[in-house]
């Protein structure tokens, strides 16, 4: 299974670009990226995946290199109320049977 | 809006006592996965199923924890004996796991506290 490593916490104010970069050295061939948040008291929501490349969507982005060992979460123009944890999840989500497990997580803090 | 059901949302229970949690996974999701967190473990992975079929509970103490899957619109959880460090978030997801990607979805969580 592979491992992710991201950073334990970021600090920024509300306007600013956030990126969290998560370091996946072991990524399979069949492995999607996968980030979820967490607000204090509710569980994990999805926010993004991707395989390779870019992907986009209303709330951030999802840069992946062409080596695929490391995916950067995006966040623009933050928000006090992206103050959250987010987590990079890295599986394949085949028939073979997906242990979907998070690591850490990253504790964003958006300021005034 | 389809959701992931879990309950109870909160319970207090002595230790010693029987606990057990009840998810509804979205309908059409293959897989359920339970999951518990506290502040110093993180999330942790207890067990997962597939077509309701149990694929991994290596996350689960076995001596007390049981999961399962009476029937797909049914997960459980159960503690017997419940003891003060099982105190904790229980959470359930679901997706359609098994194709392109790991989209699941959470539950609100079961809040157990065991005095």
């Known amino acids: 299974l592979a491992k992710t490593t991201q950073p334990i916490s970021m600090d920024s104010y509300e306007g600013q670009e956030v990126n969290i970069t998560c370091s996946h050295n072991?990524?399979?061939?069949?492995?999607?990226i996968t980030w979820y948040q967490q607000f204090p008291s509710q569980g994990p929501r999805f926010i993004i995946q991707?395989?390779?490349t870019k992907v986009t969507n209303e709330v951030a982005s999802l840069f992946i290199p062409a080596d695929r060992k490391s995916s950067t979460l995006s966040l623009p123009r933050v928000s006090l109320s992206d103050t959250a944890v987010y987590y990079c999840?890295?599986?394949?989500?085949?028939?073979?049977?997906?242990?979907?497990?998070f690591g850490g997580g990253t504790r964003v803090l958006v300021k005034p | 809006d389809a959701r992931v059901t879990q309950t109870p949302r909160h319970k207090v229970t002595e230790m010693g006592q029987e606990v057990t949690m009840r998810c509804q996974p979205i309908?059409?999701?293959?897989?359920v996965f339970w999951y518990r967190q506290t502040m110093m473990q993180g999330l942790e992975l207890l067990a997962y199923?597939?077509?309701?079929?149990?694929?991994?509970d290596s996350g689960m103490p076995k001596d007390r924890f049981s999961a399962e899957m009476p029937d797909a619109t049914l997960a459980t959880l159960k503690i017997q004996p419940s003891e003060p460090r099982d105190s904790a978030v229980y959470f359930c997801?679901?997706?359609?796991?098994?194709?392109?990607?790991?989209?699941?979805?959470f539950g609100e969580g079961s809040w157990l506290t065991v005095v």
């Open positions: 997801a679901s997706g359609l796991v098994g194709g392109t990607g790991n989209t699941i979805y």
């Open positions: 072991n990524i399979a061939t069949n492995d999607y």
């Open positions: 991707g395989y390779k």
């Open positions: 999840l890295v599986g394949d989500g085949g028939a073979a049977g997906n242990k979907l497990t």
């Open positions: 309908l059409g999701h293959n897989t």
């Open positions: 199923f597939r077509n309701r079929a149990p694929l991994d």
